[in-house]
């Protein structure tokens, strides 16, 4: 477990990003440097835990701003890792999983996690996406001091912005920060089809197109949340969230 990026002094540089905290937690030394070596060179602060344990303490200890998290870790795996952590505070988390599997990414994205990324990858497309999501969690704050007025209904589907809350028929849905912002961006123009690549652009902020996959994901993960009815693909284009017929 190290902490980088410190003045001759002990205290913190003045490199961009250098307020952010990542923690790393992967078992594997060779991953886990070059992630801690690229994030370092973005000027984020790092530390790393090698098992699911001693990521619990150091989450607790540390309060880093975002994790970066392996899905299969010695003593327990990172799902357990994200829900202990996500119990104890809401904190973005990015999961690494080693198979290229669906039942995985969603299991991922039901306990608390905001992306994956499927080994291997690049080092450039994984510092994009923790700057993404760090982003994304300034937005949130800044949404949540200068609300939109009023809440969306949609039937019998509830948006509240200010408080970023999600009802289905008056029962309380918890949402990813991410699902809140894919759900808001499809429910600002109902009905309309918006393809992977633009939800892409507008949600995660960027728009290779070898991400679409990561749209899908969050797409089920979100219909599983509040209903799969509310959600249209249209095949070869994207989706749309449905309305209630006048």
């Known amino acids: 477990m190290e902490q980088t990026q410190t003045s001759h002094n002990g205290t913190a540089t003045a490199t961009p990003g250098a307020q952010r905290r990542v923690l790393v937690v992967e078992d594997d030394a060779t991953i886990v440097d070059a992630i801690a070596t690229r994030l370092r060179a973005e000027g984020f602060l790092v530390q790393t835990a090698g098992d699911g344990p001693s990521a619990v303490d150091t989450a607790e ?3 880093p701003d975002l994790l970066i998290l392996d899905i299969m870790l010695p003593g327990f795996d990172g799902l357990e890792v994200c829900r202990r952590v996500q119990a104890q505070r809401p904190v973005p988390v990015l999961m690494l999983t080693a198979r290229d599997d669906e039942t995985d990414m969603l ?13 291997p990858f690049s080092m450039r497309e994984l510092a994009a996406r923790v700057h ?15 609300p939109r007025s009023g809440i969306l209904r949609l ?14 028929r008056s029962e309380d849905v918890h949402l990813t920060p991410t699902e809140f912002d894919l759900l808001v961006c499809l429910a600002n123009t109902p009905r309309a089809v918006l393809s992977r690549e633009q939800l892409l652009a507008e949600v995660w902020d960027w728009a290779d197109a070898s991400g679409t996959r990561t749209v899908d994901s969050h797409i089920k993960a979100l219909r599983r949340k509040i209903g799969a009815e509310r959600i249209r ?14």
């Open 107 to 119: 299991v991922g994205l039901g306990v608390g996690a905001d992306d994956y990324m499927t080994k």
């Open 132 to 146: 993404v999501l760090l982003r994304r969690m300034e937005r949130a704050a800044l949404a949540a001091t200068t």
């Open 155 to 168: 039937g019998e589907l509830e948006i509240d912005h200010a408080q970023r809350r999600v009802r289905v």
């Open 233 to 246: 693909t249209v095949h070869g284009v994207g989706y749309a969230l449905e309305t209630p017929t006048p």
């Open 61 to 63: 200890a540390w309060q």
